[in-house]
């Protein structure tokens, strides 16, 4: 059946918009929908790899990273060269990173390959292309030296589009590109995110203690401003945390049918894990709104919350010691 004219025919507004290639099938990337980490979420969808298996295999469901200075949450999500690289290898790609600015030449360079990877259906991740220095993905570009790009800012279902004045420095229109690789074996890349998460228990347990001790200092919240800021960012990086421990959880069960020895150890590693998921949930991990930001204002709730890391601790600590006896039953 035809459209009527200036109906809503897909095909006219690419025509309209100079549009030459865009990809339908990524759907729009959004917080709250279970993949809260955005690099190993634009990550996965890029490379249609599980979302869980870039967690676990990266050693970043394992981990707690926190800025106890400046309570920025996007120091909890992973972003670090080696977590990067683990996730990568995880996916059968290889990250190329090719920060702006470019002079005339390169740029040119860089809008050829673009397009060859939306061509080969591998589209490129790109870092703070709307908003904050998060990840999103290139999904398209237009006859007119434009891109189509999803990121979990964009206004509405539809992806932003963007020029090469976004393009401005690593952390603001970067792009990385996913070169194919060989695939590795699924059990040491299992057994080396395993080995990332235990080589980090301490400084994830110390981060944790100090994330405890940061909330119970009264005098640091006493400016309403600073603490309204700073109770959205407790409030985010509950959610990361929580993300985290729900893919490593379902990681781990998920290891049972690559290691037969150490099941019981998995198992009683993703149940601590998912202890943690539950303690968190009770402090609150549900959209941000005024009651958490005036919840977190309240000396008594904030000493709670405090409380409540504290206790997950604990069993982040009985989750650490059951990683560390299955690894010991694995080989190599």
Request: aromatic share 8%; charged share 30%.
């Amino acid at each position: 059946m035809g459209h009527a004219p200036g109906g809503d025919d897909p095909e006219a507004r690419l025509r309209r918009s100079g549009l030459t290639k865009l990809l339908r099938d990524v759907a729009p990337l959004q917080f709250g929908a279970g993949r809260e980490c955005s690099f190993p979420a634009a990550l996965a969808t890029a490379t249609k790899t599980e979302y869980d298996w870039l967690m676990g295999a990266s050693g970043a469901a394992f981990d707690v990273t926190i800025d106890l200075a400046g309570f920025d949450p996007l120091a909890a999500t992973p972003r670090d060269a080696e977590t990067m690289r683990l996730a990568a290898r995880a996916a059968m790609v290889k990250l190329d990173d090719v920060p702006p600015p470019y002079d005339e030449d390169l740029r040119a360079l860089v809008g050829s390959r673009i397009r060859e990877a939306i061509d080969d259906k591998v589209p490129p991740l790109i870092r703070g292309a709307v908003g904050p220095p998060e990840f999103g993905l290139i999904v398209g570009y237009t006859d007119d030296d434009r891109y189509l790009v999803r990121t979990f800012f964009d206004k509405d279902s539809k992806p932003s589009e963007i020029g090469w004045p976004d393009f401005i420095d690593a952390d603001h229109g970067g792009p990385v590109f996913l070169d194919r690789a060989a695939e590795a074996d699924r059990a040491t890349i299992a057994r080396d995110g395993i080995d990332a998460g235990i080589a980090r228990a301490k400084a994830s347990e110390t981060a944790l203690a100090g994330w405890a001790t940061a909330l119970r200092d009264d005098a640091r919240w006493t400016d309403t401003k600073h603490a309204g800021t700073a109770a959205f960012s407790d409030h985010a990086m509950r959610v990361v945390l929580a993300d985290k421990r729900r893919a490593a959880a379902r990681f781990l069960r998920g290891l049972r049918t690559l290691f037969t020895g150490p099941g019981g150890d998995l198992l009683r590693a993703a149940e601590s894990y998912g202890f943690v998921v539950e303690r968190l949930e009770k402090l609150g991990t549900k959209p941000f709104d005024a009651s958490v930001a005036m919840r977190f204002l309240d000396v008594g709730q904030r000493r709670g919350i405090a409380n409540g890391l504290e206790a997950v601790l604990g069993h982040e600590k009985e989750a650490h010691d059951a990683l560390r006896a299955a690894r010991a039953s694995m080989r190599a």
